[in-house]
């Protein structure tokens, strides 16, 4: 299966900061049809899973355009520009290129 | 809109089995796959696999085959998965999400084994 490592695993934030998640992958996604299937989660506190980012830099519609992703191959970024109070949560990295899907360990964000 | 609402929590001894329902509502039902995925206590997310609605097939981890039946009622757009011979680690909070890309997910399901 392929591991995805994700740090921090723990990220405490001023607010209006800007905050950085690291996802790297123990192989590249790259999928054959030429897309990267990588795609970033939030989960706020005792609420379901929501998908903020697919295929590396992708926004889901009505995610705030604070929130940006980049990379390829095997290292990915997920960036908050200015870090919000509602922000709060764990961050995941899920990759879907190789069967089975699999996540990171999660990010925990924080405020200060 | 588009919602899955799954069945309530459970607390089931070892060795028993449980069944979450996910009732799907607001779009055509056979037109996406349903995945399960689960959270145990305090942990990450594990994906556990998938059924096709429009055909029943089903797709699962290796750890789950054998212990795992999914199966759907297109009557009720409703998808049941059911987990047999339950050990303590399967205590966690249960997920169906719809589509691979998991756009919509269910409240979850918390699964709680205990003796």
């Known amino acids: 299966d392929v591991v995805m490592t994700q740090s921090p695993l723990s990220l405490p934030v001023t607010l209006g900061q800007p905050a950085s998640i690291s996802c790297r992958s123990s192989q590249s996604l790259v999928y054959s049809d030429g897309n990267t299937y990588l795609s970033w989660f939030q989960q706020r506190p005792g609420q379901s899973p929501r998908r903020l980012i697919y295929?590396?830099?992708n926004r889901e519609f009505g995610v705030p355009d604070r929130f940006s992703g980049s990379g390829s191959g095997t290292d990915f970024t997920l960036q908050i520009s200015r870090v919000e109070a509602e922000d709060v949560g764990v961050y995941y990295c899920m990759q879907g290129t190789h069967w089975p899907t699999t996540f990171g360990q999660g990010t925990k964000v924080e405020i200060k | 809109q588009v919602q899955l609402v799954q069945s309530g929590a459970e607390v089931k001894k070892p060795g028993a089995s449980v069944k979450v329902s996910c009732k799907a509502s607001g779009y055509s039902f056979t037109d996406y796959y349903i995945h399960w995925l689960r959270q145990a206590p305090g942990q990450g997310l594990e994906w556990m696999g998938w059924?096709?609605?429009?055909?029943?097939?089903?797709s699962f981890v290796q750890k789950f085959q054998g212990r795992v039946t999914v199966t759907k009622d297109t009557s009720t757009s409703t998808v049941y998965m059911e987990l047999n011979r339950l050990r303590s680690d399967d205590t966690a909070l249960y997920y169906c999400a719809q589509g691979d890309s998991f756009d919509y997910w269910g409240q979850g399901t918390l699964v709680t084994v205990s003796s």
């Open positions: 059924i096709n609605p429009k055909n029943g097939g089903t």
């Open positions: 295929k590396v830099s």
